[in-house]
Nanobody, 125 residues
Framework: VQLQAFGGGLVQGGDSLRLSCDVS????????VAWFRQAPEKEREVVAA????????YYADAVKGRFTISRDNAKNTVYLHMDSLKPEDTAVYYC???????????????????WGQGTLVTVSS
């Protein structure tokens, strides 16, 4: 399974941006997919996750109400739509996938077997 994240860029505070994660080598619908991010000099943290069928979605407190995760299994793509971006959202965003993840482990980085290369989001003030 290969993941490719793209869509990052430089935006101003308050702007919106949509990231995409293309899944190849397998049917995306069999995998729970999450977005993580790592800001400079900080540890990587979970942002959001979406269950295989899209029935369950989870968000970190810092992005609730501003970010929306979705998926189109027919296109083998998972999206992260980010609204009301803040400078503190600046980070490299990674998508990750796992086939056997249990719901209670959605935020655990070590539970995801497959990772994309990351896309940089920079939010200016």
């Amino acid at each position: 399974v290969q993941l490719q994240a793209f869509g990052g860029g430089l935006v101003q505070g308050g702007d919106s941006l949509r990231l995409s994660c293309d899944v190849s080598g397998a049917s995306a619908g069999r995998y729970t997919v999450a977005w993580f991010r790592q800001a400079p000099e900080k540890e990587r943290e979970v942002v959001a996750a979406i269950w295989r069928t899209g029935g369950y979605k989870y968000y970190a407190d810092a992005v609730k109400g501003r970010f929306t995760i979705s998926r189109d299994n027919a296109k083998n793509t998972v999206y992260l739509h980010m609204d009301s971006l803040k400078p503190e959202d600046t980070a490299v965003y990674y998508c990750a996938a796992d086939k056997t993840l249990i719901l209670s482990s959605w935020s655990r980085e070590d539970q995801y077997d497959y990772w994309g290369q990351g896309t940089l989001v920079t939010v200016s003030s």
